[in-house]
């Protein structure tokens, strides 16, 4: 004998709400299999709350009820190419959208008032264990503490002398809204070897342009204009020749006011 479900058992099943299967009825989406005129009591059958939940998946990603009368009506290899290119295509506009906005973050953080005092100095060339990855704004801080854990116990198995200092070289753009690619480096002394993703690299010295920032400023987005006046002032040395790093050389201060780190960029001769 088939099971009917009533509304509030079909609500519990599906996950969806009762004003929602009201809804979803009156577009056509999730007919009840049986309705009694003389009471409107509505009747579905237990195939029907797979239906319910398929539904209400869709929405929550943000699927448009139109499209997803397609999905249902389709065939399941059909409406499976038809779930991923919509999925491809909102994946797309909501990075477009998040570009734009960081874009116009960016900008507003280049116009404000301006209380950094870029230095320059000359820097030595130095050896270098680096791991490279791709990282986004969430997964950035804990990528780069694994990663300096990870060459620091590769160079203390090597014997080589390693200080308290690393450095995060940015090779994608600052604050674009896409995944970035980032480089950990260590600075060691003495003979290692490369092993798997760990290279090891001479980072040539010369001119480098800095600005010391407190704990407080070495966060997003209070990092950015720090950014935007340290490449302005690149730009007045001939521009940068390297990519843009943040420079820790000691222990995380424990007054927010005081220095953490540095923001360089290695910049042609004056």
Wanted: aromatic share 6%; net charge positive; with cysteine.
């Amino acid at each position: 004998m088939e099971e009917w479900l009533g509304t509030g058992a079909m609500a519990r099943r599906s996950g969806l709400s009762i004003k929602a299967l009201r809804l979803y009825h009156a577009k056509g989406l999730l007919v009840p299999a049986r309705v009694e005129e003389a009471t409107g009591y509505r009747g579905y059958t237990s195939d029907q709350v797979e239906i319910g939940r398929t539904i209400g998946l869709l929405r929550r990603a943000g699927m448009p009820l139109e499209q997803i009368s397609g999905v249902l009506d389709a065939d399941p290899l059909v409406a499976r190419e038809q779930v991923l290119s919509w999925l491809t295509d909102r994946t797309q506009q909501d990075q477009q959208r998040i570009e734009s906005l960081h874009r116009y973050a960016v900008l507003d953080a280049a116009r404000s008032p301006v209380h950094y005092r870029a230095r320059t100095r000359q820097v030595r060339e130095r050896v270098v264990a680096s791991l490279r990855a791709e990282v986004s704004a969430q997964t950035r801080p804990e990528k780069i503490m694994s990663t300096v854990a990870q060459l620091r116990e590769h160079l203390q198995g090597c014997g080589v002398d390693v200080g308290p200092e690393y450095w995060v070289c940015y090779l994608d753009p600052v604050a674009t809204g896409a995944p970035a690619r980032i480089e950990t480096c260590v600075p060691y002394t003495g003979a290692a070897r490369p092993t798997g993703t760990i290279m090891l690299r001479a980072e040539p010295g010369g001119t480098e342009i800095y600005i010391p920032i407190s704990a407080d400023e070495c966060r997003y987005p209070q990092i950015l204009p720090v950014y935007a006046h340290l490449y302005r002032q690149a730009r007045c040395h001939g521009g940068p020749v390297g990519p843009a790093r943040e420079i820790y050389s000691g222990p995380w201060p424990s007054d927010p006011k005081q220095i953490a780190a540095e923001v360089a960029v290695p910049a042609a001769p004056a």
